[in-house]
Every structure is written in structure tokens, then in C-alpha cells.
């Protein structure tokens, strides 16, 4: 998988993709990761990526052209090889899930677009745009740290990325019942004892007490995932 990223703070980028399992998938040929700084792709010499609205109103808006000459400067470097998908991280966009994380995983190349500023001029999400992503329903400062969540999200899906098999299929949100309490050792720890049964080793009781127990948090804690999944909340 192929990702490019378009943004005015590449800086921000390198905490997060150089550490964990993105480093690793990385390293291990599983994803590469290209970032543009898109006032390199200004042609006035302020670099200036935005401007004033027309139409008036307080705030600054996208300027069209960076975007569209780094967008073309990637397509130019990747001719052949398969669609590219734009995507443009800002806040109207489709809510990120792990359903839309699964579909966007398909793709073989994904150029991502990070919002800044009040908005962006509405001929990049009409002309360039595929599709808009939103990380949720709280005002950030721009579309930078949702493109890392969503690298992130993507990543851990690429075959051959996460070591062990279960840890994707048996996951929470997926059968949208959370995690069951787990505990490790010590087995007594400022005398707070693990409940005795995860110590029993019958693993068909351990497992059973897992699901009851997995289904009274989500009932508690995330009600709205079992009214999803279309079991009684009762
Ligand atoms: C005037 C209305 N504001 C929208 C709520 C303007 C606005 C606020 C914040 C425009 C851009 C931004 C910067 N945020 C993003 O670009 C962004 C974002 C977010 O703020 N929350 C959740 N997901 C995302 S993805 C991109």
C-alpha cells in the first residue's frame, strides 16, 4: 500500500510514523509513506497556501492551485500503477469507523489531504476529492492528526502487518461488544486477588465467563453497539 499525504506540517508526521507497528510495516516493505509539503507546490514567493474568502467573512480559506500541483506532481510519479484515492480529512466528511477504515484499506494508493484553516476552496472537494473523512465530532485545528489516526487505522489492516492472526479477528467493534476484563500476574496484587476461574484452567468455562462478561461492559459502558448488532438491550 502506497500513501501519500498532503499537509502544511509534515513535522508532525514523523513522531508517529517512525515508531510501533507503522515503523515496522514500514521497514518491513508493507507500506510507504510519503509526505508533500504543500507550500512547495506555491508558485509566488510567500509560499502562501491561503487567502481571504471571496464573498467576504472572517477566516482564511485553502488557495486551489498548491493542492492541485502536488496532487498532480504524485499521479505523475505513479502513472501507471493503480487508481489513486483522494481523500480530504476535514470536519463535514463521512465519520471514520472501522467499517470505512476496512473499505478504505482496499486501496492500493491512498493520497490524503489535510484541512487547515476555516476550509478549502470548494473546486479541490468537487475536481479532486473522492472521498471526505471526518475522525469524529470535535473541533481540531486542522486535518493532520485525523490522517494519522486513519494512517494508523489502515496499517495495522495491511496482511502481514500485525504478527498474530487472532489479534484481527477476534476484535472489538468488529462483533461490536467490547473487551472482557483481562488480567495477568501477579495473581494476588495488594491483596486484590484475579478472579479465581481465569486461574481454573477450563478453558470452556474461562470462555463463557469471557462472553457474559464482555456482554454485561458493552450493556453498561456502549449500549448503542449492542443496538447495532441487533441484540436486546434489556
Ligand atoms: C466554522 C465551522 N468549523 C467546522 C466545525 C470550521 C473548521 C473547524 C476546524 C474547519 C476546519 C477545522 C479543522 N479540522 C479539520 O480539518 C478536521 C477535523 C476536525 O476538526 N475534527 C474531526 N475530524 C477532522 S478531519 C479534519
Given at each position: 500500500m502506497r500513501i501519500d499525504i498532503i499537509t502544511?506540517?509534515?513535522?508532525?508526521f514523523a513522531p508517529v510514523l517512525n515508531e510501533s507497528i507503522i515503523k515496522r510495516a514500514k521497514s518491513k516493505g508493507k507500506v510507504k509513506i510519503n509526505l508533500y509539503?504543500?507550500?512547495?507546490?506555491?508558485?509566488d514567493k510567500h509560499r502562501k497556501v491561503d487567502d481571504r474568502p471571496f464573498g467576504g467573512g472572517s477566516g482564511m480559506v485553502m488557495r486551489p492551485e498548491p493542492i492541485f500541483r502536488a496532487v498532480e506532481k504524485i499521479k505523475s510519479q505513479s502513472h501507471k500503477v493503480r487508481k489513486q484515492k483522494i481523500v480530504l480529512l476535514c470536519p463535514q466528511g463521512e465519520r471514520l469507523t472501522q467499517k470505512t477504515a476496512k473499505r478504505l484499506a482496499k486501496n492500493k494508493h491512498l493520497i490524503l489531504i489535510c484541512g487547515r484553516y476555516e476550509?478549502?476552496?470548494e473546486r479541490v472537494r468537487q475536481h479532486l476529492v473522492s472521498e471526505e473523512i471526518s475522525i469524529g465530532d470535535y473541533v481540531l485545528t486542522g486535518g493532520e492528526l485525523p490522517a494519522m489516526v486513519l494512517v494508523d487505522c489502515l496499517v495495522r489492516l495491511?496482511?502481514?502487518?500485525?504478527?498474530?492472526?487472532?489479534s484481527l479477528n477476534f476484535e472489538s467493534f468488529e462483533g461490536n461488544l467490547l473487551e472482557y476484563p483481562q488480567y495477568t500476574r501477579p495473581a494476588v496484587f495488594k491483596r486484590l486477588r484475579v478472579p479465581e476461574i481465569l486461574l481454573s484452567g477450563d478453558h470452556k468455562k474461562i470462555e463463557s465467563w469471557r462472553k457474559k462478561e464482555a456482554l454485561k461492559r458493552t450493556k453498561q459502558k456502549r449500549p448503542d453497539l449492542l443496538n447495532e448488532r441487533g441484540v436486546s438491550n434489556g
Open positions: 502544511i506540517f509534515p513535522g508532525m509539503d504543500l507550500r512547495d507546490y506555491t508558485l476550509g478549502i476552496d495491511i496482511p502481514g502487518v500485525l504478527g498474530d492472526k487472532n
